[in-house]
């Protein structure tokens, strides 16, 4: 078990600019949540996958935020023309069939729109 | 939707001392409640979990109370040390176990 892996870790872009960031689950989670952590605040919660079905989206997931998971392994999460206030930590977390409740962290992607 | 609010947003405390974080939530059909621990640049970690059909969970040091009635929880650690030092976030899980998190308390154990 590896644990939730997320890649980059960091990420500078300029405003306009299209970003992806990529979530490797635990390894058989059939669930995958994305969330989104600015400085000071807790993680809220931005789109759900279960498999390959994107079940749920947050308003704050605007029509610049595409999240996708093809084959129901590894996610993406895309921002186009990015903007200053998307400037964030940008969280995956998944969780296994068996213990649904259960959420595990990976370690982020931090993102910085200048 | 849900509402969770948590208390306080910082907490200094001596090292070997007990410290408690509070977190009360507004939406009743909510059952699942995780703390989280973040230290800086890291992703968070569950530390401990309950469900609403327990009032009390204890984990070593770490335990936790949930009183449905008032739709509030709490995080207890004993002991302290300086390693526990970090934040710390309570969620409550809405539907699909999407979670709705804390704003965060600062625990700073100094030794």
């Known amino acids: 078990d590896t644990g939730v892996s997320q890649d980059p870790r960091h990420k500078i872009t300029k405003r306009g600019q299209n970003v992806t960031f990529r979530c490797d689950p635990i390894?058989?989670?059939?669930?995958l949540y994305w969330y989104r952590q600015t400085l000071g605040q807790g993680p809220e919660f931005l789109t759900y996958f279960q498999n390959e079905a994107q079940l749920e989206k947050s308003r704050l997931l605007s029509d610049r935020f595409s999240a996708e998971r093809p084959k129901g392994s590894f996610s993406t999460l895309e921002i186009q023309r990015t903007e200053q206030g998307d400037s964030a930590m940008y969280l995956c977390?998944?969780?296994?069939?068996?213990?649904?409740?259960?959420?595990?962290f990976g370690p982020g992607t931090r993102l910085t729109v200048l | 939707g849900e509402n969770v609010e948590q208390h306080p947003s910082t907490l200094s405390v001596q090292e070997g001392d007990s410290a408690v974080i509070k977190c009360t939530y507004s939406?009743?059909?909510?059952?699942?409640f995780p703390w989280y621990k973040q230290e800086l640049g890291k992703g968070p970690q569950l530390i401990i979990d309950i469900r609403s059909n327990v009032g009390e969970k204890k984990d070593q040091r770490i335990a936790v109370t949930l009183n449905k009635t008032a739709k509030h929880f709490s995080l207890h650690i004993t002991e302290t040390q300086p390693e526990d030092s970090a934040v710390y976030f309570c969620?409550?899980?809405?539907?699909?176990?999407?979670?709705?998190f804390g704003s965060g308390t600062k625990l700073n154990v100094k030794p």
């Open positions: 977390a998944s969780s296994s069939i068996v213990s649904t409740d259960t959420q595990y």
């Open positions: 969620a409550a899980a809405g539907n699909f176990n999407k979670f709705y």
């Open positions: 390894s058989e989670h059939n669930r």
């Open positions: 939406d009743s059909a909510s059952n699942y």
